[in-house]
């Protein structure tokens, strides 16, 4: 039997890193066998081209070669991790996939159309059944950062507001476009009462009763 796929996405400061810790521990008791993942990234290959994408000192990247790398990422990452733990009937939680890109290169850099052509090569068309977007504004996100014990911005990161205003507003056109595919939980909120509204978005996607 096939696994699921779950991506949670969002920008800088939208709280990821707590609530797929979250959503690992409540599947985990849930009895699903989760494999929690990332992108940029996710196998050895795919990390060293993370850190090349990440350097803030790789200021000369242009936007398409950023969106490149981050396709071949991807590629690397679907083959040899997403498509054999789904295939195996596990369930595959990642930090970021393809609406990152889209949201990131497509809107925020003005790429446009070709983003979702190329990671559409990059992934053999593969989507997550479920997307959490975990909705803050930009500036609400980077002030969160920001305040982070011995947290290093990243270069995108190091962006202009602008920038992470276009990638903000991207997601919103996706999740809109998205048929539901994409849920859209009200981030600004502590920890607890964000991931009640994910919670309830996993018992949609697997069937498990709110009485347990």
Do not use: W
Request: glycine share 10%.
């Amino acid at each position: 039997m096939k696994g699921y796929f779950i991506s949670i996405e969002g920008g800088d400061g939208s709280g990821k890193s707590t609530q797929l810790k979250k959503i690992e521990e409540y599947l985990s008791q849930m009895g699903q066998e989760v494999v929690l993942t990332r992108e940029p990234g996710g196998t050895p290959v795919a990390e060293k081209i993370r850190e090349l994408i990440l350097d803030p000192r790789n200021r000369a990247l242009t936007a398409r070669a950023e969106m490149l790398l981050y396709a071949a990422c991807r590629a690397q990452h679907v083959e040899e991790k997403i498509l054999p733990a789904l295939a195996a009937g596990k369930t595959v939680l990642s930090d970021r996939f393809t609406d990152s890109s889209i949201a990131y290169q497509g809107f925020g850099r003005g790429l446009g159309a070709m983003v979702a052509e190329v990671n559409g090569i990059a992934t053999g068309g593969l989507e997550p059944d479920l997307t959490i977007f975990l909705n803050i504004t930009p500036a609400k996100g980077m002030a969160r950062k920001k305040r982070e014990d011995g947290h290093t911005l990243d270069r995108l990161e190091l962006e202009k507001a602008a920038f992470h205003e276009r990638v903000y507003e991207g997601y919103l056109a996706l999740a809109k476009e998205s048929g539901g595919r994409i849920a859209v939980i009200d981030a600004d909120r502590v920890a607890e009462e964000v991931f009640a509204d994910i919670q309830k978005k996993l018992d949609e996607l697997f069937g498990f009763s709110p009485c347990i």
